[in-house]
């Protein structure tokens, strides 16, 4: 019979700091946002996160991984904003608008969101 030895998490992982939501208005829609530094942070968001933050500047193609991750969060959690998108006109430019102001308003610096050639 196979022996399976239960996984415990760290003390330090389980008292982390608590950062307050990020409530951001994008084309006349709420949203109130998790924290990117948040332990909290959904499943669906964490290699988003830690593509950003092992990156001073992120490349072209890992800027799609995470505008991609992005937008499969917001059809997933919230389709009214998704939606709300494709009325735009510019998707992508508010999309890249709003994981901006989102980084920044998480305290991660954005920086890593510009292309090495901007």
Do not use: C
Request: charged share 25%; proline share 4%; aromatic share 8%.
């Amino acid at each position: 019979m196979t022996e399976y030895k239960q996984v415990e998490i760290e003390e330090a992982l389980q008292a982390a700091e608590e950062y307050e939501d990020v409530h951001l208005s994008v084309n006349g829609i709420k949203l109130d946002l998790p924290n990117l530094q948040s332990q909290k942070l959904p499943i669906e968001l964490i290699s988003a996160v830690l593509l950003v933050k092992s990156e001073t500047v992120l490349s072209e193609q890992d800027q799609y991984k995470v505008m991609a991750t992005v937008l499969a969060y917001f059809q997933r959690m919230r389709p009214d904003f998704w939606l709300n998108l494709n009325k735009t006109g510019n998707p992508l430019g508010y999309v890249a608008a709003t994981l901006k102001a989102w980084a920044t308003e998480s305290g991660i610096d954005p920086k890593a969101l510009r292309s090495h050639t901007s």
